[in-house]
């Protein structure tokens, strides 16, 4: 199941806490909801009817600062899949831009050539990753030759004992 799905199925607090062996203390579950959801921190503290203090304090102490940032990651790789299914529709409108021929000359140049930029990208990306996987393919087979090399040292010196 993917993360994204699962967040959304999950109540706030728990996915927060679930993969911690010990969540975090009431008041600072409430302050760490209140700042996920609020624009300052002024606004988070106040409703989650702390002082600035204590915020302040929460934010430094390593373990909340630690399931803060989590928190954060999560809810941007929410937005990113959200955006990454709207990315078909962004592509059709594009191409309708630069298709329309009632749209300005520049909307129309703006859309063809993003259209072939995030083409030329998305190759290259693609090319990458195979790279990449060629590059953690030969490194884990090297890994393995050399622990066999050394394994079979080991057994040439037990032997010559």
Avoid at 35 to 40: A, D, N
Avoid at 141 to 150: N, P, S, V
């Amino acid at each position: 199941m993917s993360k994204a799905k699962t967040l959304k199925e999950k109540p706030a607090a728990e996915h927060l806490t679930d993969e911690q062996d010990n969540p975090l203390p009431e008041k600072q579950e409430a302050a760490l909801l209140s700042l996920l959801s609020h624009k300052t921190l002024k606004e988070s503290a106040l409703a989650a009817g702390i002082s600035m203090p204590t915020l302040w304090r929460y934010l430094r102490d390593p373990v909340f600062s630690l399931r803060y940032r989590e928190a954060r990651r999560e809810l941007v790789e929410c937005a990113m899949v959200r955006l990454q299914n709207d990315a078909e529709h962004a592509a059709c409108v594009l191409r309708d831009v630069a298709d329309d021929k009632q749209a300005p000359a520049s909307a129309r140049v703006t859309a063809a050539r993003t259209i072939i930029e995030l083409s030329v990208k998305s190759v290259e990306l693609g090319d990458l990753q195979q790279r990449l996987a060629a590059l953690e393919d030969y490194v884990t087979k090297k890994a393995d030759q050399d622990a066999i090399a050394r394994d079979k040292g080991d057994d040439d010196e037990e032997d010559e004992e």
